[in-house]
Every structure is written in C-alpha cells, then in structure tokens.
C-alpha cells in the first residue's frame, strides 16, 4: 500500500513538472506581451517596451524562464520558510495573493453547486431506477439531457433575464395574475402526474391534486403578501417539522417503528419550543454561533432517540438526530426570511435583490442575517446554472449503478428473505449503488478548485478561472502557471484519494503493492 | 469524582451556554442597521461604475501601475494643474494651483501648490511633493546603460516612470520659493508639450518615510544635492534606489493598504474601501477645498469584466454608469433597455492603411493608384457605422475628429481627393502594370478582417494582385516593420493632446514610423514642432505634415475606433468623453436625480 502511494506520488511529481514545462512554453507562446505598446505612438513606446522586457525578462529565452519561475516555485515546498515565489502578475501583485483570493471566490461559487448536484442528482438517480422506464423516468432523463446540453453562457444569460431583472421588476409590484397561477397550476398537476404511481386514474388524480396545491399556494402567497415579507411563522414550522419527522423516520427506519417515528416527532415538539427560545440570542448570530447551534441540535435529537430506547436504539437517534437538524435549518431559513423586509429596503439594494454579477454588494453593511441573504442573492443564479448542468451525470451514474445493484442476486436473496422493501433499497442496495460515485465526486472535488471559466465570466467573479484566462489574455505567465500548479496538484492528489477510497470502500478492490 | 446523569447534563447545558454568549455578534442586534453607509445621510447619493479591469496600484504612474483604471482612479483622488474635457482641450484647475511661462528663451515655468491645499491626512502638498514629482518625471538621475539586447549593462533606472521623460530631462534642478509652494523648472531647448509635462504625483512625505528618510525635507534635500545621473560614470546611490524602489513596487495592491499613507488623496475623492477583483469605493475628501464641490458623497467602482453582464448589471440597477467594450450586440441590447441614457461617439484610436515607401509601392503614383481604390465609406459603413451612426471617414493622419486642428486641417490636406473610389484613374495611374500587394493586418480583428477584404476587392479591380497577409493576434505587433509586407492595415491609440507623438510616427527613421516614411519638408516641420510653444503655430507646423502625408502617398486614415457609454437616467450630468479618463472625466458633475 505504502509503496503503491509512493510510486503515485512520484509519478505525479514527474507529470506535474513535464506539464508546467509545456504550460509554460504554451503560454509563452500564446501571446504578444508587448502588444499593447505595438500600437502606441507614445513618444516613451521604446522605455515601455524596454520596461516590459525587463519585468518579463523577455530578453531570456522561454524555456530557460521557467527554470527560473521553477526556482522560485521550489521554495513553497519548505514548510513556514517563506520562500515560497510565484512572481508577480504584470501588474506588481503577488501571484500567491491573487492565487489566495481567486480560490476563495471559486470555492464559494462552486461548493453549494457541487453539493446540491451531488445530492439532487444522486436521489434522482435512484428514484428514476427504482421507476425504471415509466414517465418519471423519461421525463427526468429529458431534462437532465436538455440541461446538460444547454451552454452554460447562454442558460446564465437567460437566468439573469428572467430570474434577476423580472424577478426584482415583479417583487417591486407583486401581482400574479389568473392566468400565470393555472400555469404555476398546470406545471404542477404536470409534475405530479409522472410522479404519481399505478394506474391512469390515479395519476389523473395525482394531477389534480398538484394543480390545487400549486396553484392554491401561489394563489395564497401572493394574496398574503408572503413574496414582499416572506416566513414560515410557528404554524408552518410546525407543520413543515411533522412532514420532516415521518419521511426521515420512512427512510431511517420506516414508520412500522414507532419510537423512532415518536422520537422524531418529539424532537420537532422541542424544536418548536427553541424556535421561540432562541429567537433574542439568533439576534446576535455568528456563523460560528450556528455552527455550534447545529451540533447541539443534532445532540439533542439524538438523546432523544436514546432515551426512547427500543430494541435499535441507534434507528431511533438517526431519525431523532437528523430531524432535530433538519428543524433547525427549517429555524434558520425562516430566520433569514424575517431579515428579507430589512434586506429588501437597505438603501444598497433599492428594492432589487437579486444579483447579477459579483458575490457581495458593495459597502452593505449589516448583521450575519444581511450579510448572509447578501451572500444568497449573489449566489442563487450561478449556483442554480452550475447545477443544471452537472445534474445528468449525477443522476446518469446513479442511476446505472443503482440498476445493476438492483439486478444483483443478493437483492433477490434479501427479498426472499422477506426484508421489506424500504429495507433492500436503503440498506442493501443504496449504499452499494454510490461506491462508482465516490470516485466521481473526488474528481469533481478536484475540479472544482480549476474555476468554472465561462460562469465566472458571466458572473463577474474573480475566481480561478478568470484569474487564468485574463492572465493568459494579456501573456501574463506567472499569474497562469499558478493557476496550473494549484489544478494540477489537486487533479493529481484527488485521482489518487480517488483510487484509494475506491479500494477502501469495495473489498473486493485490492491495491497492489 | 463522579456526577450523577441530571448534573452532568446541566454542565453540559452550562458549557454549551456559556460558548454560545462567547461567540455571539457584539453589535447589538439586527434592528434597524442595515440601511447602509453613514456617508449616504448627507444627501449627495451615490453612483456606481462598472470597469472592465480591476485595480492594482495606488501609482498610476508607474510601469507596473500603468492601467487605464488606475489613472481612472487616480483621477477622482488627486489634484492636478490642469485637466482634459470631452472636447480635448486642456483646461488649468486654478483652484489647485497654478503653472505660468516664465519665459520663453529659455523656457522657464513656474508651478504653484494654493496655499491651503492639503493631502488627505492634513498634510500640506507643497514644494517636496513637486520636487519629488520632477525627480520622477524628469528621469534626472538615471544613469543606466543599455546594450542592443536591451539588457543594462551598467548603473540603474531609478524610477520606473510609465510617461516620458523627455521633456522634463531637459530641466535642470528646479529651484524652490521661498515659500516653499513653487518651484521653477529651466528647459535647455524649448519643448512644445511643456503644459502636459508636469504634475504632480504622490505625497513626498510617504515616500519620504517608507524609504527609511527622516522626512520629506530630507528627501527634498537628497533630491537637491544628488549630481545628475550620468551613463559614464554611473555611481552607486542606495538612499534615492530605497526612494525609488518604494516609488515604483509599495503602491501596488489590490486590498485596502493598512497604511493609509498609500492612498492619500489631494482631489475631491479619497479611497473608503476597496474589495480586491470586486469593487472599491470612493468618498468624499473631507481636507478637499479647493474645486468644485462634487454632487455626489460616493462613487463605487465594480470591476465587470465581460460586456452583456455590464449591460445586464445596468438593467438590474447594479451599476449605474457603464462603459463596455464597444460591439454591434452590445449596443442592440442597451438600445432595447428602458429608462437609461446612450451615448455613443469616437474613440481615441483610428485605423490606418499605410503604404511602405518601398518594395512594390516605390512609385509614388502606384501607392496613388491603390489609395484610389480604398472604399473607405464601404469600410466605415460595415465596421464602426454599426455602433457610431454618425461615424465617418477619418480625414486627417494627425487631428483627431472633433478637434479644432481637425477643422482646420481637412480643407487644406489634400484629403478631399480621396474621398471617392476612381477605379478608372488607378488604371491610370497604373498603366496597365498589375503589382502584387501584400496586406499585412491582425486577422483575428473582426473589423481589420473586414477592411482588408473591402480594400482587396476593390484593389482588384483596378488591377492589382492582392496577397492576404494577414497574421494572428499574438503574430501581426511584431511583423510591423519588418519588410514582409507591402501595406498594413492596424491602429494608433493617440493621447489627444500634446504634438511629441508626431515625430514619433512621422518622422525619418523613428521608433513607429514602420512604412519608410521620409520627407524633407515634413522632417523640418516636425523638428519645429518640437520646439514649438506657440499652440497655433503647433497646428500650422502639424498641418503641414499631414499635407505631405497625402501628398506622398502614405496612405489613408480610415476611421476612429467607436465607443459606447451608457448611465442610468436616474444619473445627471453624464457626458460622452473619448480619451482613456472616460466617462469619469466630469465625476464632480454627476449627481442622482430624485
């Protein structure tokens, strides 16, 4: 095992320095970086030039500038020595700061995407393979395609669109017409009729159902005023904790357990009592503070379950564990939405939250609760683009491989035994079916730090991506073989965890030594 | 020890209590705080302005600082003995100070910091300021020697100044008043571009002290008593390389510096906040007392790099002003925005076809033929027309549209001659002859690509043979000039005022004179011009140049790079500006409609 990691290493050491050599020589390449003086008629055009020369010691002959930038580049091997040497842009900036702060932008830019692809798209995987072939299943399959072959440019233009400028131009006069509630209507009696189950009657009924929930609810925010001063209120909790209690208890333990199902629903009865508890001390909120309040409540939730005892004391602090942290997210969204009045009227934000460009308004200035909407609103359309797109691999793996393990004999050989089928699905075959994805996501994970050039682009972030490509645009070499090193080290590293993982998670993978 | 289970939990609870107080927000809870800056109470409003770049330095004069949004910047937050309007005239701030010709033989001026006129930390701008200013601009102490490579082969280029250093080099030390507010420059030789040669630049006392100096009277003194630099006898002089080494790296920055001596302000603006690759913010100057009071308490800048997310921005409210890279499809979609102001004009930059002086085109009357065939309407109507409708074709080499000197010059330059394609009168002038032609231009320029291919068409008929040259961005900058090509089309970026450009590109033998352009009256011209500080006589001395230009058949100007600005209506005093200060050159006007 030991020699396998060290021979991986080694060979990684080797490709990374064969590649930063052709990157290099590629960038050096690529571009003129005395363009710009080219067409001045400066009367200094030559001090320029000769400027620009030295600052790029365009004097030496590219391959031997990268042994220079390879000298520097060693340094950041020697841990806490400070010798760590990227260059400096054309600019004059640090290649290592920018490099610091591009990655902080591209992070945030990508990791609620990734996480929420990774998650929706993994449970519309298995959904769509335990459904295989019927209209939920092509219907899912249909979209994710068409998603997956929409530009990214154009789908973030047209979010921009619709969903930044119409939507602050409808929150400034909230009115939504007879006709647009029977289409909100139509697309939700839609929806619910693929999702139905059985025969036509009942999706016909299920249909039915959908247009009065959708169009019903619509119809009820709208008249309420909710999209202007939105919350869920205690009632809403409360009901929104119910529905949380019985379907985490269906997928932990099913409902046939009742002391997991009461400890779940007593959780959702000591949720309701922080809710108003803690109100005065969200006030004063930090993230480290939320931080804190999750653990406790995922603590609680699961004394609970451990009081109830039963014969599996651990089914009943799953289902008490995860509900008492799913109530508190519940607490913190409805939280947020008591701050959404102040956020909507801040003088910064003039009645348009949400944003089209960049990560945060400039100079707003107010509490965690602020800051955070802040932060929502910058972040909902790219993150919403960067998911559309990546959900049809997600939910593609998924659900092959759920397939498969379905058709595997031990499932037959568990059903057989009489296990019910919440039971063979959860326990037996869901866990098998995401062993080929982990080796997905730690590539993914990998990739993510890489920037999503275009998106950053049309979202006006300053993240790796863009950090690579105006670098690359202005023959600028340092600040892209930065970049390149950060990506390949971690494309690198992550194919590696990923085998690894691999092996630790199937036996039946051996690494050879 | 032990605890019983009901004790353990309440420590627990104690614990769990006692880190959640720790880690609370001190400030007091989210009523009512969130209603922005305290700078928006007095009234003024706020603007924001998206920008293509972001900011990088604090010296906008500097080699590495030398951005356009950098000097942007550097506009709002200094003051200036004069500025540029949108019809490129140089205009004094006299509130500022002043700078008047002492004499004219030799030429002598005198500049003037008001009394009263401060940095933003109090500091007075005075003498040191301008001296240190002089010492940067005038390139007095450099003594570095360079060999044909390039490589200095001995003494050093102290600072890395990004404007030229030809006029002020041939100042000696100026001298200081008594009041210590004015200095007084002496030019050996006249120099026609005196009024732009000079300002100043950073405060003298943060230099002064980041280079490890007892104060900014010392660091006049050093600049005083250090002998001029000489490329002989080059010497070692560690205190002013620490001055200068400050000069040109401590400005550079992206984030708000913890020293606010790097970036005080002597205009009406000073740097509040900056959010590195994302935004900074200016506000008022509390010390600023001497120009027009601007209307407005703020203005926030927003770098947005790609053109429909500006345009997009602006519909959204995000930013106010914007002035995206100029394309047909940019311009449609503002144009189908409500509620903004359109602007759009010329830009300091025009495209050119040049003839060489050589090779194919040595007959005078064979480079006539070809510029008979140029179809300039044809070439402005499917290029700029598309975003400037009242776009034209450029008629002066010199005088940018708009200008006085452009007025002047267009009647008398012999342009009017070239105004119509004469297929007939190039087969002429050809005599049946059929000359191969290479055309050399950047062929990743949409715009180049299109006037190449009009010119070749047309050239065709009259009998030439047209080679397309046509190279790659990264390629074509440095193929100019060097014989593989008998014409070029490609562009200047001019300053829009000062005349030392000229006989950079007109002159026998310079730097960017790339078609072997040489004449005898045109050279005597220009060699007055430089000496020349009499701004009429400058435009007769110009005029005659760019007859000659036409008259010898370099080629022709084709028309001026367009550009689109574009605000809010909300937004008053907006004006279109073409220079490289854009749409900030009036910042002081603009105010926020109720």
């Known amino acids: ?513 | 020890m032990r605890f019983g289970r009901t004790s353990k939990a309440v420590g627990a609870a104690a614990i769990a209590a006692l880190a959640l107080s720790a880690c609370a927000s001190t400030d007091g809870g989210g009523e009512g705080d969130g209603t922005g800056g305290s700078t928006q109470a007095s009234g003024g409003g706020a603007v924001t302005v998206a920008e293509v770049n972001g900011f990088s330095s604090f010296n906008a004069n500097s080699a590495t600082g030398n951005v356009d949004i950098n000097g942007k910047i550097w506009y709002m937050t200094h003051g200036s003995f004069n500025y540029i309007t949108n019809d490129l005239k140089v205009v004094p701030r006299e509130g500022f100070g002043s700078y008047e010709k002492v004499s004219d033989d030799p030429l002598t001026v005198k500049y003037t910091i008001n009394e009263g006129v401060k940095w933003s930390d109090g500091n007075a701008i005075d003498a040191g300021d301008l001296m240190l200013a002089w010492a940067v601009q005038s390139g007095h102490f450099d003594d570095a020697t360079t060999d044909d490579a390039g490589e200095v082969t001995s003494g050093n280029t102290y600072f890395a100044y990004a404007g030229t250093t030809t006029g002020l080099g041939l100042t000696d030390v100026p001298e200081i008043s008594d009041d210590g507010r004015s200095i007084t420059m002496t030019y050996s030789e006249p120099y026609a571009d005196w009024e732009i040669a000079y300002d100043v630049g950073l405060p003298a006392h943060v230099v002064a002290e980041g280079a490890g100096l007892a104060d900014e009277q010392a660091l006049t003194d050093l600049i005083m008593s250090s002998p001029e630099g000489d490329p002989e006898n080059p010497q070692e002089r560690p205190e002013l390389k620490k001055v200068a080494d400050y000069w040109n790296t401590a400005f550079d920055t992206t984030s708000l510096p913890s020293n606010p001596g790097l970036y005080l302000s002597s205009g009406p603006f000073v740097t509040d906040s900056m959010v590195a690759d994302q935004s900074m913010t200016l506000v008022r100057n509390e010390e600023y007392n001497w120009g027009p009071e601007p209307k407005l308490d703020e203005i926030t800048v927003r770098y947005i790099p790609e053109a429909p997310a500006q345009v997009q921005a602006l519909q959204n409210g995000e930013v106010d002003i914007i002035a995206p890279q100029p394309a047909a499809d940019t311009l449609e979609s503002l144009e189908g925005i409500n509620g903004i102001q359109l602007l759009t004009g010329n830009q300091l930059s025009f495209d050119h076809l040049d003839l060489n002086y050589s090779g194919v085109f040595k007959d005078v009357d064979v480079r006539k033929a070809f510029m008979n065939t140029i179809p300039r309407d044809a070439i402005v109507n499917s290029t700029v027309k598309q975003i400037n409708p009242d776009a034209v074709p450029r008629d002066s080499h010199i005088f940018d549209i708009g200008t006085d000197g452009y007025e002047a010059a267009v009647p008398v330059n012999g342009s009017e001659d070239w105004q119509k394609v004469d297929i007939e009168k190039a087969k002429e002038l050809l005599d049946g002859a059929t000359p191969e032609v290479r055309i050399m231009y950047n062929a990743d320029n949409p715009n180049r690509v299109d006037a190449y291919t009009l010119i070749a068409e047309s050239a065709e008929q009259a009998g030439f043979k047209v080679v397309d040259g046509g190279l790659p961005n990264a390629e074509w900058g440095a193929a100019l000039g060097n014989g593989t090509y008998d014409a070029t089309i490609f562009g200047w970026i001019s300053e829009g005022v000062g005349v030392s450009g000229v006989p950079q590109l007109y002159g026998c033998d310079s730097a960017s004179n790339f078609s072997g352009f040489c004449n005898e009256e045109a050279q005597k011209a220009m060699d007055e011009l430089i000496l020349t500080l009499d701004p009429q006589r400058q435009q007769e001395l110009q005029i005659i140049v760019d007859t000659k230009l036409f008259e010898t058949g370099y080629g022709l100007p084709l028309f001026q790079g367009p550009g689109i600005q574009a605000a809010d209506e909300r937004v008053e005093g907006f004006k279109y500006m073409s220079n490289q200060t854009g749409v900030f050159w009036n910042f002081w006007e603009w105010s926020i409609a109720e």
């Open chain 1, 1 to 513: 095992m030991v020699t396998y990691i060290v021979r991986r290493l080694v060979t990684a050491v080797l490709i990374l320095l064969a590649a930063s050599f052709i990157v290099y020589l590629l960038t050096a390449a690529s571009g003129d970086p005395l363009a710009q003086f080219r067409q001045s008629n400066l009367p200094n055009k030559e001090q320029l030039i000769q400027q620009r020369i030295q600052l790029l010691n365009l004097n030496v002959p590219a391959p031997l500038r990268y042994f220079e930038w390879l000298g520097g580049a060693a340094g950041c091997l020697v841990p806490f020595a400070a010798t760590c040497d990227l260059g400096q842009s054309v600019e004059g900036i640090e290649v290592t700061t920018l490099l610091v702060r591009a990655m902080g932008q591209t992070i945030l830019l990508v990791t609620a995407a990734t996480v929420l692809a990774v998650l929706i798209g993994i449970a519309l995987g298995i959904i769509t393979a335990l459904r295989q072939y019927s209209g939920l299943d092509y219907g899912v399959t249909f979209m994710a395609f068409l998603f997956f072959s929409l530009p990214i440019f154009w789908v973030a233009v047209l979010l921009k669109e619709y969903g930044a400028i119409g939507f602050n131009n409808f929150l400034n006069e909230p009115n939504i017409t007879l006709s647009s509630v029977i289409i909100i209507g139509l697309i939700g009696a839609f929806a619910c009729y693929l999702i139905a189950n059985g025969n036509v009657k009942r999706k016909f009924i299920g249909a039915g159902i959908g247009f009065v929930i959708a169009a019903g609810l619509i119809w009820f925010l709208d008249a309420t005023g909710w999209f202007l001063i939105p919350g869920f209120g205690a009632v809403g909790i409360a009901l929104i904790g119910v529905a949380i209690a019985y379907g985490v208890t269906m997928l932990t333990s099913g409902l046939r357990n009742r002391k997991a199902l009461y400890a779940a629903l007593i959780t959702v009865g000591l949720g309701l009592v922080a809710y108003f508890a803690i109100q005065p001390l969200l006030d004063l909120a930090t993230p480290l503070m939320i931080f804190l309040l999750a653990i406790a409540a995922v603590l609680v939730g699961a004394v609970v379950g451990f009081l109830m005892g039963g014969y599996d004391r651990r089914q009943s602090m799953n289902a008490a564990g995860l509900t008492a942290f799913l109530m508190g997210f519940v607490i913190l969204l409805d939280r947020f939405m008591q701050a959404w009045p102040e956020y909507f009227n801040n003088s910064r934000i003039r009645g348009r939250p949400i944003a089209t460009i960049g990560s945060s308004t400039p100079n707003l200035e107010g509490n965690f609760w602020i800051s955070g909407l802040d932060t929502y609103t910058h972040l909902l359309l790219p993150t919403i683009a960067l998911m559309l797109i990546s959900l049809a691999s997600y939910s593609r793996y998924s659900r092959a491989s759920m397939l498969e393990i379905m058709n595997q004999d031990y499932i037959r050989t568990a059903r057989a035994k009489g296990l019910t089928e919440r039971t063979v699905v959860m326990r037996h075959a869901f866990r098998n079916a995401l062993i080929p994805l982990a080796t997905l996501v730690a590539f993914d994970i990998g990739a993510l730090i890489g920037g999503a050039i275009i998106t950053e682009a049309v979202f006006a972030f300053s993240g790796m991506g863009q950090l690579f490509i105006q670098a690359l645009l202005a023959s600028d070499p340092n600040p892209v073989m930065g970049v390149f090193l950060i990506t390949g080290i971690l494309a690198l590293v992550f194919n590696l965890v990923a085998d690894l993982v691999y092996s630790v998670l199937d036996p039946r993978v051996r690494v050879k030594a």
